[in-house]
């Protein structure tokens, strides 16, 4: 069969990149806002960092988008190894006064600044290797068996395990959940048994639920103090539960953070407004920013920008014809989902804060051109598809699907 050429702009996923430029355009906005009446004195520094870092990210998530799924293959063990030596450096290179603030040690601190956060980076590694894990091992199956899908976990497990074990010396709670999300997710599209998803959903439920108990009464908060859980992170559910219980003390910042919203009504207060002072509303709480200049109309048209961002992810992974890159695609939608919902649910007080941003919109360069990057990775998947299905006589991992297979790994 004759293979069809595609011109450069077929290959394209405009529909992908609209919604992704405008809410970095609105970061831009919203952080003008936020920077200039929290710290004027740096607005320019901030906001020309922040411009640097976007056109940067774009830049490196247009070269992503040429990779094919060969070279990913090849380099995503590099990738991860990498991801996890720059993960060891926040251990010892961190800021005295961001660990006391926030009680994490996530960012690279060197020359009187934070650098990065390796962990922004090391999400994206860590959904490549795996997508390539999950591949290879459905793959050398012939017939698929209950033990199988255990044996995969396990396989899972041992790639999660290194990461979540550097977050928790990092004390980032928050990151290893965006992990465990990506992981999720991958472990739902494998096609792993629900007798196994099912029991270990219940259980995870459970746990959490008796966590939340736990903080409520004094014997309860003892013992998670003495497993391992840190006072700020109870606090923090105190302030998900009661956001006003102790506004002028440990939940200020939700507090303030629900009383900007609120004050936004319909439409907002107009541009440039910042009545209601919120602590690092330039980062976690941006979307009070939103809440309160553009009120319900803006926060649902950035909402409906994620909707539709995250919908034609969707569009382009169910299009796709690579096993490899539908994993990959999968762990980057967890990632970029989760990260909204967490969010945007801790600023509106559904959820506890964990000190997530807001994709394309806090600041921070390692999540902003991170995030770039995963869409570059989606973007390749549109760039290097094939519009035929040619026939393989001995197919690679990495190579696409072909018509005649019917492995059921793959729906």
Not at 388 to 397: I, L, Q, V
């Amino acid at each position: 069969m004759k293979k069809q050429k595609l011109t450069f702009d077929s290959r394209i996923e405009y529909g992908l990149i609209l919604p992704a430029f405008l809410l970095i355009m609105i970061g831009f906005l919203v952080l003008y806002i936020a920077t200039s009446h929290d710290y004027p004195n740096r607005l320019s520094s901030v906001m020309t960092q922040q411009i640097t870092w976007g056109a940067a990210g774009i830049v490196v998530a247009f070269i992503v988008m040429l990779f094919n799924a060969k070279m990913l293959w090849k380099f995503t063990p590099i990738l991860y190894v990498l991801g996890i030596i720059l993960m060891l450096l926040p251990l010892k290179y961190f800021d005295p006064l961001t660990f006391a603030a926030t009680g994490s040690k996530n960012w690279v601190y060197l020359g009187g600044n934070n650098l990065f956060q390796p962990s922004e980076f090391m999400k994206l590694s860590y959904t490549l290797l795996m997508a390539r894990m999950v591949v290879d091992f459905q793959n050398r199956l012939k017939q698929r068996h209950l033990r199988d899908d255990f044996l995969l976990i396990f396989y899972m497990l041992l790639v999660t395990a290194p990461v979540i074990g550097l977050l928790n010396l990092q004390k980032d709670f928050g990151t290893a959940l965006v992990f465990m999300a990506i992981f999720a997710g991958i472990v739902i599209v494998s096609g792993i048994s629900w007798r196994i998803i099912l029991p270990i959903v219940m259980l995870v439920a459970l746990i959490g639920g008796g966590i939340i108990y736990l903080t409520t009464v004094d014997y309860g908060r003892d013992f998670l103090i003495s497993v391992g859980v840190d006072s700020y992170q109870i606090s923090r559910i105190d302030a998900w539960r009661d956001p006003f219980i102790y506004a002028q003390g440990t939940t200020y910042q939700q507090a303030q953070g629900q009383i900007a919203i609120g004050t936004g009504g319909l439409f907002g207060q107009g541009f440039n407004v910042a009545n209601i002072s919120v602590p690092v509303r330039e980062s976690d709480m941006i979307f009070t920013v939103i809440g309160e200049n553009f009120g319900f109309v803006g926060s649902t048209f950035v909402i409906f920008l994620y909707f539709i961002l995250i919908y034609r992810m969707i569009r382009v992974t169910i299009q796709a014809n690579n096993q490899f890159y539908i994993y990959i695609s999968t762990g980057i939608i967890m990632m970029i989902l989760f990260h909204v919902f967490e969010n945007i649910g801790a600023n509106i007080g559904v959820l506890p804060l964990t000190g997530i941003p807001l994709p394309f919109i806090s600041q921070g360069g390692s999540s902003l051109i991170g995030n770039l990057i995963g869409i570059g990775l989606v973007l390749s998947m549109k760039y290097n598809q094939l519009p035929d299905f040619p026939k393989e006589s001995k197919r690679k991992p990495y190579k696409r699907i072909t018509k005649n297979r019917t492995d059921k790994t793959v729906s």
